[in-house]
Structure formats: C-alpha cells, structure tokens
C-alpha cells in the first residue's frame, strides 16, 4: 500500500480554477502543482500511457514500472485474466475524477471486437485496440446524456418540435411510429438518427439557427409541459457552448440523467451518452477509444457511430445502478457494474467509526473525496486527507478509519 501521484488533463469543458475537484485535489496529490486561472478537467489515477500515474516515494517511477517489477501486487489470477493490459504492470481499469463545466462531446465507446477493427484501421485516430464500458458515480448535482429516450418520446418530439422533424424522411417517421416489435423500433430509430446526423452543414446552420431564434423568443408561460420546458433550456445552454452544432438535437433524442451525490449510471458499449455538468467519480476499462458525432470540434466520425449503436431504448431511471455491500463492511457501498474489469466500493464514515476491508485478490485505487482519517494494514498506516490517492496490492486486508469524518472511492479488479 502507497500513496500515487496522479495526473491532471486540462480539457476545455473542465471547471475553471478552484471550482475544479481535478484540480483541488491535485493540489494536494501532485508535488508542485499550482492552480491556474483555467480549466481542469481530469484527475487520472492509473497506468494509462496518456497520463499516467507516479509513486509518491519516487516520482521518477511510473506505477506501471513498478507493478511490471512487483507482478504480486496486481495478483496472478488479474494477470490471467487480462493478459493484454497487465503484461507491462498495467491496471485493467482507470480511475477518474471528472469536473464538468462545460458539456462533453456526444459518444459512444466501441465494443472489443468494433475497437479492434477500427484500431487496425485508423490507428492515428483509434490508438488502442481495447474496449471501453464506462460507469459514472456523482460527487454533485450531475446532468447527462445517456441512451436513447423510450420511442414514444421521441415521436413527440419528431411530430411537434418542426425543426427537428425537417431532418427526417417521412418514411423512417413513420416507420418509427407505426413499429411494434423492438427490431422494427431499433431499425426505425437507426434511420431517424443516421437522417439527423448524417445532415449536410447547410441544413444544420439553418435548422439550428430556426430553433434557437424560436427558443429564445419564448417565454416560459409558453411552455406548459415542464419536461418540453427542461428540453428547451437545454437545447439554448448547448448552442451557447456549441454555436450551430448538430448536438443539440440530441436533447430531443437521448435521455437526460440527473444523479444526486452517491448515485450512479453505467454506460456500456455501444451506447450514445455525452457528460453535461457537474463532478463525477468516472471507472473504465483502461482504453482511450471514443467514436464522436457532435457537441465537438473533434473529428466527428458519424458513419461509424451511427452503425455502431445498438439503439435500445428506455426510460431516464432505466439508466441508474443498484449498490450492494461488500461482504458487510460499515459504511461501505458497491457499484458493480456487468463487466469484468472494475468495481467502485464508496465509503462514508462519520464520529471516528472504522470498517474492515476483506482482501481481494486483485489491485485497487483510493481517492479521498472529503474529510480525513487512516487505513491500515497488517504492516503500515498511511493517512488519509481529502485528495490524496492511494495504491493498495492484492491480497491485502485494510481497515479504513474516520477522523472524524471521512468519504472516499476504491476503484478494484477482483476475478
């Protein structure tokens, strides 16, 4: 067990300053790093080439030069399991503290055998071959896309919003109203959205600007639905971060998830999703790959992404995760998402309290998010204050103590 020094990305979308957690917390992990008057977006806690993490106690050393020295700490069955991105001390997983301004780009991760495909194609642009589920734990109030809305929502829309409706085919609308059977939605929904964008820049220009001259003319007695009212201000917020781009439409596509602190989403291959605000513990397999169509400036790879999706759709809440214990320790929940790479224990402790940690067998990462307290293990104590990251090996019990008061998330691999 040690403590890691992460590293900071600084994205355009990131908060600003001190009102990033990326950076607040870097602040206290990072030796040296001072706060600018610009935004950071990401906190990286792992092995990921792009930014990767460094032993406090030698910050020359990378944690993936160290591990690939010391197999013991990421445990032979975790090796087994995931050759390809163990074999040089990396982690099966990256840990992320997200701080969002500013909205994301719409995306989706690419399944593994898509990500091996479109690797071998376009390295420049996809430069690893792994795939990338994704799950999202709020730290605050959070907004985001994720996954398409139930069809009859999106007919609504299509039949009362004229703008969006001027994208479409009559056919693929009426293909997507008429289906019965969840092919025939999946089938329908693909068309309306390959019309929308797949638009020539024209078209998004003109429909884009009739929108949100409409919008924001408008007042808010003119909208009696709240959701429609919710829609509209978003559709104004997202233009004014992405003059004219087609994203915007996707307000009227794409469920919008709210996460209160604690609550969590998961985001699978193959899905569309885009971070809209707020802080965020983020856990993925450790891969990079991301195929965009919107909300960016970034290549905009609309063919792939419009045949990539699976085009489920459900409802907001259908998104959220359930918690479980781990094996009874106080104060301690788990978000276990359907894949194998990584889990997110959280835990809260107030008044002093402690919770014992059995071990497992693979490699974690720790991040205090507030207060302050210990953990110990059977031959060391490290403290614990709010932004500092640490590294605990496999096979390794720990007992996590408050004082007084403590909160904090453990990203783990256990086969």
């Not at 074999?87 to 503290?97: A, E, I, M, Q, R």
């Not at 992405?242 to 602190?261: E, Q, R, S, T, Y």
């Not at 045949?307 to 259908?318: F, G, P, R, V």
């Amino acid at each position: 067990m040690f403590k890691i020094i992460p590293g900071i990305q600084s994205y355009d979308w990131g908060k600003i300053g001190r009102q990033s957690k990326a950076a607040t917390f870097a602040e206290v992990s990072i030796p040296g790093f001072k706060i600018e008057d610009k935004p950071y977006a990401e906190l990286w806690m792992g092995t990921h080439d792009q930014a990767p993490a460094y032993l406090s106690s030698d910050p020359s050393t990378k944690l993936a030069e160290f591990l690939s020295r010391n197999p013991d700490q990421v445990g032979q069955k975790v090796k087994d399991a995931f050759k390809e991105t163990t074999s040089d001390g990396g982690l099966p997983f990256l840990f992320k503290v997200l701080a969002i301004e500013k909205a994301l780009s719409v995306q989706a991760h690419p399944n593994k055998k898509l990500a091996e495909q479109l690797h071998k194609a376009r390295p420049d642009v996809y430069k690893d071959s792994n795939h990338k589920p994704e799950m999202a734990i709020a730290l605050t109030e959070f907004n985001g896309f994720c996954g398409f809305r139930p069809k009859d929502q999106i007919v609504n829309f299509l039949e009362n919003v004229k703008e969006l409706r001027a994208f479409v085919e009559n056919k693929h609308v009426n293909d997507l109203k008429q289906a019965t059977t969840d092919e025939q939605t999946r089938g329908a929904l693909k068309n309306v959205f390959r019309n929308i964008m797949s638009a020539s820049e024209n078209k998004i220009a003109d429909l884009t600007k009739a929108i949100v001259d409409r919008y924001s003319n408008q007042s808010g007695e003119d909208v009696s639905d709240e959701n429609v009212y919710l829609v509209r201000q978003l559709v104004l917020t997202l233009n004014e971060q992405f003059p004219g781009d087609i994203g915007i439409f996707c307000a009227f596509l794409l469920n919008v998830v709210h996460l209160k602190p604690g609550e969590s989403v998961f985001l699978k291959a193959d899905d569309p999703h885009a971070y809209i605000s707020g802080d965020i513990m983020e856990c993925m397999a450790t891969s990079n790959n991301v195929v965009r169509a919107g909300l960016t400036p970034k290549l905009r790879d609309v063919d792939t992404l419009v045949n990539m999706l699976t085009y489920e759709s459900a409802t907001a809440d259908a998104q959220l995760m359930d918690t479980k214990s781990l094996d009874g320790a106080a104060g301690t929940v788990v978000y276990d998402p359907p894949i194998d790479e990584f889990s997110v224990a959280r835990v809260t402790l107030s008044n002093g309290k402690s919770t014992e940690h059995r071990a497992l067998n693979g490699p974690s990462v720790i991040v205090v998010v507030s207060g302050s307290g210990s953990i110990e293990t059977d031959s060391q104590t490290e403290t614990l204050r709010k932004g500092e990251v640490l590294f605990v090996g496999a096979d390794t019990p720990a007992v996590i103590k408050a004082s007084p008061d403590i909160e904090l998330y453990r990203a783990f691999v256990e086969v």
